[in-house]
């Protein structure tokens, strides 16, 4: 399993090609960003990036996992989005505050 922020710290690099600039966007330390990019190619066991002094890009592996992990992103606040929907909605006595 995979944590989605791992998952968004991947995407972050990814686009920026800076694991500072990533973690400046998703507002969390660079340790951590690197910590998140470390875990995933440690389950993966493949690089998923490619790091210079000069910018990362990403391995042929990252570029798969890239089209996946847009997805997975997108599902899960598609899947947000509708169970606040869902919230906003009067089910007869059904309360969402009691769960």
Request: glycine share 4%; proline share 2%.
């Amino acid at each position: 399993m995979v944590d989605l922020f791992f998952v968004k710290s991947f995407i972050a690099v990814a686009e920026t090609g800076s694991f500072r600039v990533a973690a400046e966007r998703n507002n969390i330390s660079q340790p951590a960003v690197t910590q998140h990019i470390h875990l995933l190619e440690k389950k993966f066991q493949c690089f998923l990036f490619e790091r210079s002094s000069r910018k990362t890009t990403l391995t042929p592996a990252g570029k798969v996992f890239y089209i996946y992990a847009q997805q997975m992103l997108e599902a899960y606040q598609t899947a947000f989005s509708e169970i606040e929907k869902m919230k906003n909605l009067s089910i007869g006595s059904f309360s969402w505050a009691s769960i």
